[in-house]
């Protein structure tokens, strides 16, 4: 095989390889290491010290952690108002939810933002805010009604928004249905938790995405701010109804 078929030889190196009689793999193999970190760098070297069985570079296992998980949309027309815009904050915040359950994570703060056209004539709008939970959390409820606080102190009504988004941080494993807090607001009135993310989950994986939501996320009809997709792609290999239809 050629000496380009490596990791990291790519045609320039190979080129130059090939002025000094190394064409092949097998050539780059019995070449001088010391000569190799010479005349081109300590990397291909270390490439010809594992060529002939010398562990140069360490394994290193794949990320499985997350930073952050975000739900950001453009609107196909503006919100106008600041009741608009807090049911825009509601649907994000529990779409950001369900990515955060099917992860297995929760979030110890998330971050609402939200904007206007920069290139509109007038003074633009870019409220953001960042709210930080008791605890680490996936709770729709919790998620959206924090979400709706935060845009409807943030929002100017009359301001025409564009996008907006959320963003979940200080991320770590759930540890399972969470425990109520009797000191919390977010618990419930009657002193019952339930794992509310956990069956909202379970109802989309057996009845599709929009099989349920909280407010307006809940409704079938998608709301008229919401992102138009007529031109995507079939999901042939995700979606039943979305299945081609053939017939002989």
């Known amino acids: 095989m050629p000496a380009s078929g490596l990791w990291g030889v790519g045609a320039k190196t190979a080129a130059r390889l090939k002025l000094m009689g190394l064409e ?10 010391a000569l190799i970190r010479k005349k081109f760098s300590v990397v291909l070297q270390r490439t010809v010290l594992e060529l002939n069985g010398t562990e140069c570079i360490p394994h290193s296992e794949e990320r499985v952690d997350k930073a952050q998980i975000m739900f950001s ?6 919100v106008t108002t600041v009741a608009g815009m807090e049911e825009v904050a509601g649907v994000y915040a529990q779409r950001g939810a369900a990515r955060l359950i099917e992860a297995g994570l929760s979030a110890s703060s998330m971050t609402v933002t939200a904007g206007t056209s920069r290139f509109a004539a007038g003074e633009g709008s870019f409220p953001a805010a960042t709210i930080r939970f008791a605890a680490p959390t996936s709770d729709p409820i919790v998620l959206v009604r924090a979400a709706v606080a935060a845009m409807a102190q943030g929002a100017v009504e009359g301001a025409s928004y564009l996008r907006a988004g959320v963003m979940f941080h200080g991320l770590e494993p759930s540890v399972g249905p969470e425990m109520l ?16 993310g956990g069956v909202m989950g379970e109802v989309r994986s057996r009845f599709g995405a929009l099989a349920i939501g909280i407010g307006v996320g809940g409704l079938a ?9 007529e031109h995507s792609s079939p999901r042939y290999t995700t979606e039943w109804d979305e299945l081609p239809v053939v017939r002989a």
């Open 24 to 33: 092949s793999i097998a050539d780059l193999k019995a070449a001088e290491p």
């Open 73 to 78: 949309r453009s609107f196909s027309e503006p």
């Open 181 to 196: 807090d009797i000191f919390n607001q977010a618990g419930s009135q009657d002193g019952n938790q339930a794992d509310m």
């Open 221 to 229: 009809a998608p709301a008229a701010w919401s992102m138009k997709r």
